[in-house]
């Protein structure tokens, strides 16, 4: 069974440029859920997906950020418009229904020059 | 506001020996409580967990003690072993509705277990 899976690993962006970052969740994993984790910093709630639905996006930045999981394919992170402060490490993680424990991807490093 | 706060940002001790990691939080709603390891340009890898009803949870070399009225959680590794070396995370969740998915972390604490 393969683990949460994320792309790309390092993504480099100049600002003002878009940045889409796709997680797979584990199979048998309906829920997804995006963490950011600045430098030297623990990691941060962004966004609760389940399939079409959005359920929890308080940690969402009001502005330049959205997520999506469609019913089919990966969830997506869409960061518009970057800046240098986006820079970060944004990490994935994936539940099955009514289950407590998250399993997490390796991450992907967002780098904005 | 951090909510949940692990106040030792390292600590080393000896291969064989205990390794004790704290955690405090200040949200009596939470009901759930995960520990997570980290390793460099990885993701957190789960390590062990503890609902809010028990107050205490064993894994092989890993235990986690809940203590609810001070709002304090420790994380034991016994014993310790040089791979054990990581970045390790505590995590809470629950607002009381049992709705929510969202976890809150703490900072860190950078355990390096010496050969």
């Known amino acids: 069974n393969a683990g949460v899976m994320q792309n790309p690993r390092h993504l480099v962006r100049r600002r003002g440029q878009e940045a889409r970052l796709r997680c797979s969740p584990m199979k048998g994993h309906s829920h997804v859920y995006w963490y950011r984790q600045l430098p030297e910093e623990g990691l941060k709630f962004m966004v609760y997906l389940q399939k079409e639905n959005i359920i929890d996006e308080s940690g969402m930045p009001k502005e330049r950020f959205s997520a999506e999981f469609p019913k089919e394919g990966p969830s997506i992170l869409r960061i518009q418009q970057v800046v240098r402060g986006d820079s970060a490490a944004y990490f994935c993680a994936s539940s099955p229904p009514n289950d407590n424990e998250q399993y997490f991807g390796p991450g992907t490093r967002l780098t904005v020059t | 506001d951090q909510q949940v706060k692990q106040n030792s940002p390292s600590l080393s001790v000896q291969e064989g020996r205990i390794s004790i990691l704290n955690c405090d939080y200040t949200n009596s709603m939470f009901d759930y409580f995960l520990w997570y390891k980290k390793y460099p340009a990885e993701g957190p890898t789960f390590l062990i967990s503890i609902s809010s009803i028990k107050d205490k949870n064993e894994d092989g070399r890993f235990t986690v003690f809940l203590n609810k009225s001070a709002k304090h959680l420790s994380l034991h590794i016994v014993p310790s072993q040089p791979g054990d070396s990581a970045v390790y995370f505590c995590?809470?969740?629950?607002?009381?509705?049992?709705?929510?998915?969202?976890?809150?972390f703490g900072q860190g604490t950078t355990l390096q277990v010496k050969p």
């Open positions: 995590a809470a969740k629950g607002d009381g509705s049992g709705n929510t998915g969202k976890l809150i």
